[in-house]
């Protein structure tokens, strides 16, 4: 069965509160957790004051995707804040299997994300470590961005990649996710899809994620 993960970038933050208790009303399985500090990428998000903020009010698993620089600085405090799951980019981190260890040593699981032109044949050195593969089908750094097409051979590159592993490592996929392109992205092998401007738009929050796993 699919996971759906709702990006709270795209929550109307004056009622974060509600917008949490949709998402713990709604067969939803993770809340994604996207943090953005203007250096990795060229926008700002939020962090630790809104994990705090929403961890003791959800039910559900957080998955959090660091687009930070450096993010060995702030992962243990992310951990212990209450995230679950980790994922951090791929790119430009002489550091990354260690970041990946450090991940795993706290107890939580992690997964690293590919921007849209790297190649999904760069995740064959990490097959031993990783538990997601984020694939970006947008642009990372904004939300409400359109889905780029290419992404369903990715994920079924992706998908055969990880069956020459013995291990069991979803991908998820991030960016322009709707009830437009979901079908296509499982068929082809997606396991986790994050949604939030159409998610968070919709006028049936419940319809659209159930829609989203089953259509
Ligand atoms: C973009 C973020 C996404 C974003 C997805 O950098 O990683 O998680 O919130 O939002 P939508 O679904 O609006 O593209
Ligand atoms: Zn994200």
Not at 5 to 24: G, H, M, R, T, V
């Amino acid at each position: 069965m699919t996971i759906i993960a709702p990006s709270i970038l795209a929550a109307d933050f004056k009622y974060l509160a509600a917008e949490i208790q949709k998402i713990n009303e709604s067969p939803a399985e993770w809340i994604h957790f996207d943090v953005m500090d203007g250096q990795n990428v060229p926008n700002i998000s939020f962090g630790f004051p809104i994990l705090e903020a929403i961890k003791p009010i959800t039910q559900k698993v957080i998955d959090a995707h660091l687009m930070i620089e450096n993010p060995n600085q702030f992962i243990p405090e992310f951990i212990k804040k209450g995230v679950s799951h980790i994922s951090i980019p791929i790119e430009n981190n002489p550091r990354l299997r260690k970041d990946l260890e450090l991940i795993k040593s706290l107890g939580a699981t992690c997964g690293i994300a590919l921007d849209p032109d790297t190649s999904i044949e760069s995740i064959i050195p990490w097959l031993d470590i990783i538990d997601v593969v984020l694939i970006m089908s947008v642009q990372p750094g904004f939300g409400g961005q359109s889905f780029i097409e290419t992404t369903y051979q990715k994920v079924a590159r992706g998908k055969e990649i990880i069956g020459t592993s013995s291990r069991n490592i979803l991908i998820e996929v991030d960016g322009g996710v709707s009830i437009s392109n979901s079908s296509k992205l499982k068929a082809s092998g997606a396991d986790v899809l994050v949604s939030g401007s159409a998610l968070f738009k919709s006028e049936n929050f419940n319809e659209y994620v159930n829609t989203l796993k089953t259509n």
